[in-house]
């Protein structure tokens, strides 16, 4: 088992150092156009695909690094580049490892491969749970799917909303309860293959920031999927009901809402978004504050400002180490006895908004105008204390555990 280390090893630091490269010089200055634009950086992805960067067998291998560090260090670089950018990059790996952490060995081999395409023809793929009625609180989900014995068929009806990449996935990946009565323990997850009838793009949203990340409803109509797309197949599927009916009928268990529960090995990722988010607006600052002068002098001269800084610098260090504590802590299987996967997701998030805010502030004027990335940063920086679960669910989950009480 990896001892938890603060330093990258020089195959990682390669590894970085190459992924900077690739964010400074292809997706930074792309940001600003396809923020305007609102639609899915193609091009970039295209770009990234040929790299390697955009592929299942890169994130794989940073997705089963020992040390942890791996997942981190990729999203903060790519983060640091432009968050809606990055998340079109990166989304279709959120659809992945649903199925890597559900499917069997099959499903993986078949579907994983088809959520990425190649680089002459790239593809999407959506991860599809929240709803309109059912968002932090996941147990409330409609979309039901109800399997089809004599034709060996699930049919899923429902929408789903805010899914990134719905619509203009290959395949998407569909959250649906097949016992209502279980709440989150009746949810079953489903892939839905290329061009499969029935499932249409809704509403595509505008949204405030990361804007180059296509959000959309995702409505499912008399969706039928062969049995074979259930995550997991039917007999584990069946064995799970059976246990969840059984607990149920005992009054035992409490059906936790999966919001609150699962993802706790997970949200270090997006802490790790964050982290990049913030960096990138504080090292503009830094920056500006040392050649802007008002009153003769650098406004870094300033302890107001310099004093800002240092805030903002620490700030970043410190939800990189929770972020990079979580990872280690997931990759080698500690048990999250404090929420710690909550606890980075939530300083992380809440650190990406306040850096940025203060960035422009040190940048006045210009840190206002679209002319300096800030104002951008800034807007991104928002979606991380929304998506993966929210800020006040991240403090309900940590209160939980920490103190065991079912605290509303
Ligand atoms: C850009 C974007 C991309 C997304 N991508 C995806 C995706 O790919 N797939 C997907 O399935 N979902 C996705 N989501 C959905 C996202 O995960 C949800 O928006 C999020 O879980 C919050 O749900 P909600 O928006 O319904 O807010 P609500 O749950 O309605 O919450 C509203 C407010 O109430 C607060 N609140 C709710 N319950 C409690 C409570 N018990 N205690 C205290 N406060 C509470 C919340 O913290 C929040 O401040 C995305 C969302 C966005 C905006």
């Given at each position: 088992m990896a001892e938890f280390t603060m330093e990258l090893n020089d195959e990682q630091k390669e590894v970085r150092d190459w992924l900077h490269g690739f964010a400074a010089d292809v997706i930074r200055p792309a940001a600003s156009e396809w923020d305007e634009r609102e639609e899915t950086p193609w091009p970039v992805i295209q770009e990234a695909a040929k790299l390697g960067i955009y592929s299942l067998d890169f994130y794989a291998q940073q997705f089963f690094d020992p040390t942890g560090l791996g997942i981190p260090m990729v999203m903060e670089e790519l983060f640091w580049g432009d968050a809606g950018i990055a998340l079109s990059i990166v989304g279709t790996g959120l659809a992945a490892v649903g199925v890597l952490a559900n499917g069997t060995e099959e499903q993986i081999g078949t579907w994983v491969p088809q959520m990425y395409g190649d680089a002459n023809d790239v593809k999407v793929a959506a991860f599809c749970s929240s709803e309109p009625d059912a968002g932090s609180d996941v147990a409330a989900m409609r979309t039901r799917a109800v399997y089809d014995e004599a034709k060996d068929e699930w049919v899923l009806n429902g929408t789903k909303t805010w899914a990134t990449n719905g619509g203009i996935a290959n395949v998407h990946v569909v959250v649906a309860s097949v016992d209502p009565e279980l709440g989150s323990k009746g949810h079953a997850s489903f892939i839905v293959p290329p061009?499969?009838?029935?499932l249409s793009q809704g509403q595509k949203f505008k949204k405030h920031g990361i804007r180059a990340s296509h959000t959309a409803e995702v409505v499912l109509e008399n969706v039928r999927v062969p049995g074979h797309c259930l995550l997991g197949g039917k007999d584990k599927l069946d064995e799970r009901l059976a246990r969840a009916r059984e607990k149920a009928k005992k009054g035992g268990e409490r059906v936790k809402n999966a919001a609150m529960a699962t993802f706790e090995a997970s949200r270090p990722a997006v802490g790790a978004m964050a982290v990049g988010t913030a960096r990138a607006a504080y090292e503009e600052a830094l920056e500006y504050a040392k050649t802007r002068e008002q009153f003769g002098r650098p406004i870094i001269d300033n302890q107001g400002v310099a004093f800002q800084l240092a805030d903002m610098a620490t700030q970043v260090d410190a939800a990189r180490l929770l972020v990079w504590r979580a990872s280690w802590m997931a990759v080698t299987g500690k048990k999250f006895e404090k929420a710690e996967g909550s606890m980075s997701k939530l300083y992380a998030s809440e650190t990406a908004k306040k850096v940025t805010a203060q960035a422009i502030q040190i940048l006045g004027g210009n840190g206002y105008t679209r002319e300096y990335p800030v104002e951008r940063m800034h807007r991104d920086a928002a979606i991380y204390t929304i998506f993966e679960g929210t800020s006040e669910i991240q403090r309900l989950v940590i209160a939980r555990t920490l103190s065991g009480l079912p605290i509303r």
């Open positions: 061009d499969t009838e029935g």
